[in-house]
Every structure is written in C-alpha cells, then in structure tokens.
C-alpha cells in the first residue's frame, strides 16, 4: 500500500514536470517560430495582447481549460499547440518514469523526451526541425554511452540501425527523381538518423511504422484539410516514444511468429 502511495505520488510529480516543461518548450518554439532572438527570455506574454501572463495564467493544462483556451485579458484564443504540448510533456515523463524507473538511465530519456517535444513544435509552427536541436538529441545519447559505460557493441548496434534512414533515404531519392518533387522532408530523414543512435533497426522500422499510421489517423479524422495539415516530424516524435515506452513486447511478439 505505502509503495503505490509513493508511486502514485512520483508520478503526479513526473507529469507537474513534464506538463511545465512542455509549457515552456511552447513558449520558447513559437518566439521562435516568430523570429524572437531570445526565445528563451523575457516573462511569458499573450501572444495576442502582449499582456504579461501572471501565474494563475501559467498552472499547465488547468489555466487553458479553466478559461476555455481564451485570453484573460482580451479574449483571444490561445493556440491549441500550448494545451497539446502541455499534456504531451505530462504524458511523456510519466510513460518514461512508470517504463525505466528512478535510475540513472532515467536522465537520458527525459532530455530525448524534451528534445523531441522541442523539435515536434518547430516542425509544428515552422515545418522546421532545427540542425541544432537535433545535434542536441544525437550529443545527448554521446554523452549517455558514456556516462552509461555502453562499449562496442552499442555502437555496432547503432551502426546496423543506420541502414533503416539510409534505406529510406535511397528510397526518398529514387522517388524525387521518378516523382520530380519532394517526397519527404530532409529533416525527418536527419531526425531518423539521430533516432538511429536510441534505437535497434527493428524499434526504428516499428517507429516509422507507428509515425505513418498515426499520421494517417490524423488526416482521416481531420479530413485532410490543408490548414490542419501536419508535418510529419511530430507524427514519427510520437512513434519514437511509444516505441521506447511499449515497443518492446510489441517486437517480442512479431518475432515470436516465426
Ligand atoms: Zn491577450
């Protein structure tokens, strides 16, 4: 009873975490996203009325429903990216805390969950997935293999998983030849790349799989409009995490059918 107490209070704790992060992670992406040099600095404003947000405006996921996704001061609405990302932090730490545990190991994976929340809303407001976010994602698992002791064989793996995004990227090419135009964005083809140092070539096949489908979930239930489209950074973000909170026993299985 006492250790589902604790548990149960860890994560409330992961997922106030997460949720602030992603708050955060939103503000700065969308100063970003509007050419604001210091994206990381400054109190947060409306993006509407620039008025400065107190901190009854900045309780994550609360402040949004409490005011329906409106301004306190004028009204506005407040993007709906603010609630998602919000959420989607909560839901990645408490995944990440309930899947590895409090180890050491933990550290590794909140900086791959934030890194990718980060890149997803980049990709999201600007169909842009930064080279220096994605130099961030790949330093990160560097600086683990180390940290970790992870020896040759690591890297090995990590080697073998690189023919997924190769593959793929050999693929991209022939079709932008038979095609004449862009198949696939360059930067998805990087962030595979990175991906590919987390991941073995099978949870890396299973996370385009996964990216793909959800994509196509997405554009059948908003009927595919061009002003809800999506970028497809996000979409493969997402399967990367579900790949490294649930994939495991999804290969387990796939495999155990041969
Ligand atoms: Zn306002």
Not at 170 to 187: F, Q, W, Y
């Amino acid at each position: 009873m006492e250790e589902q107490l604790l548990t149960a209070y860890l994560c409330f704790w992961l997922a106030v975490l997460g949720a602030v992060l992603g708050s955060f992670l939103d503000c700065a992406a969308s100063r970003w996203a509007a050419g604001d040099p210091h994206p990381f600095q400054g109190r947060s404003r409306c993006g509407s009325c620039g008025h400065t947000l107190g901190a009854r405006d900045l309780v994550p996921v609360f402040s949004f429903l409490l005011r329906r996704g409106r301004c306190r001061y004028c009204g506005a609405r407040i993007p709906a990216r603010c609630l998602v990302s919000e959420l989607a932090g909560a839901a990645a730490f408490l995944c990440l805390g309930l899947r590895f545990g409090l180890s050491l190991e933990l550290g590794q994976w909140f900086a791959f969950a934030a890194l990718l929340l980060a890149l997803s809303l980049t990709d999201w407001a600007a169909r842009i997935l930064p080279d220096k976010l994605l130099l961030l994602l790949a330093a990160n698992r560097a600086v683990w293999f180390f940290v970790l002791g992870h020896g040759v064989r690591e890297v090995l793996e990590a080697a073998k998983a690189f023919a997924v995004p190769a593959a793929l990227l050999a693929l991209v090419l022939i079709m932008e030849k038979l095609l004449g135009r862009e198949a696939m964005g360059g930067g998805d083809i990087k962030l595979l790349f990175v991906l590919a140092l987390y991941l073995s070539w099978a949870e890396l096949f299973l996370t385009l799989l996964a990216g793909c489908l959800l994509g196509l979930i997405w554009a059948a239930l908003t009927g595919g409009k061009a002003k809800t489209a999506m970028p497809f950074g996000p979409f493969l973000a997402l399967g990367a995490m579900l790949t490294v909170c649930c994939g495991g026993p999804v290969l387990e299985w796939y495999f155990g059918l041969f």
